[in-house]
């Protein structure tokens, strides 16, 4: 057995992929349930989709449950996504579902990354790339070792013909294009809204009808179209993540045959 054979594995294992993954159709920012679902519908479909996580792990805010008490509740509609993927939920009540936080996001990534979806942990979009035309062409990359170590490291670059802004409660895609380019996004105010307080009936209503392109190129999913389009959070309920990376999705498929 040879270490440095070993280490080259794994090297030009990984830079294949990686090179490979600078000229996507769709790049995808935050590997949280939103996320993934959006790079599992896309490479089911056969879209060439890269996702890049901040952080060591994919998963987001759904490993942590309610609380760190890891079980997600689902209602009907989200119930039948997690049929999709084999995911197993008990009857709470009539109408409200409880599923293992873990088994959840264990299948949403495995499932992704079978769909043929290249998935970069450890990765942070620090910008995106705009060209002539004004629409969000890539995103730019760097190590999240690099900005949590303050250390002045200039970023590579990936090229995406839609980029999916779903990185959370943050929504940092969007704050940096309003940073950026100014107060253009779709939205009411043309910057990002902002979240409301919990109200999960009204949260969980809206979250689809917010999953939109906000920026010509840009779409915005999960908690990030609630923040971005000023609708409440939901707490630990999380059907509308998985209905709205659904959506994101099928927008990104008809942004890129022009449907
Ligand atoms: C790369 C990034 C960057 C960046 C952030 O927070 P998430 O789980 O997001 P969603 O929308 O898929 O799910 C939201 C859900 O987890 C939640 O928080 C709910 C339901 N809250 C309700 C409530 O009331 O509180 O995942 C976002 C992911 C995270 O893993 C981040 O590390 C990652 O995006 N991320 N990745 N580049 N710039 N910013």
């Not at 998963?59 to 009907?76: A, E, H, K, L």
């Not at 802004?165 to 910057?191: F, P, Q, W, Y």
């Not at 409440?232 to 994101?248: D, Q, Y």
Request: one cysteine or more.
């Amino acid at each position: 057995m040879d270490e440095v054979t070993i280490s080259r594995a794994i090297t030009e294992s990984f830079l294949r992929d990686f090179m490979e993954a600078m000229d996507a159709d769709v790049a995808i920012a935050g590997g949280g349930p939103s996320g993934l679902v959006t790079a599992y519908y896309l490479a089911k479909r056969g879209v060439k989709t890269v996702l890049f996580e901040r952080s060591l792990r994919v998963g987001g805010g759904m490993p942590g449950g309610g609380m760190m008490f890891n079980r997600i509740v689902f209602q009907q509609e989200g119930k039948e996504i997690l049929d999709d993927f084999g995911v197993r939920t008990k009857t709470y009540q009539k109408g409200y579902y409880v599923a293992d936080a873990l088994e959840t996001i264990s299948t949403l990534c495995s499932a992704a990354i079978k769909a043929g979806a290249r998935i970069f942990n450890l990765m942070s979009v620090e910008d995106v790339m705009v060209h002539e035309d004004g629409k969000i062409s890539g995103v730019v990359l760097n190590w999240s070792a690099v900005s949590l170590a303050k250390l002045h490291v200039d970023p590579l670059t990936a090229r995406s013909k839609v980029v999916v802004d779903a990185t959370g409660h943050d929504s940092e895609i969007c704050h940096m294009v309003v940073k950026k380019i100014g107060k253009n996004l779709r939205t009411s105010s043309g910057g990002v809204v902002g979240e409301g307080p919990m109200w999960a009936e009204k949260g969980e209503r809206e979250i689809v009808d917010n999953t939109v392109e906000v920026y010509p190129g840009l779409i915005v999913a999960g908690m990030a179209a609630n923040a971005v389009l000023g609708s409440p959070r939901m707490g630990a309920i999380f059907g509308g993540m998985l209905l709205s990376g659904r959506k994101a999705a099928g927008l990104a498929q008809g942004m890129l045959t022009g449907g």
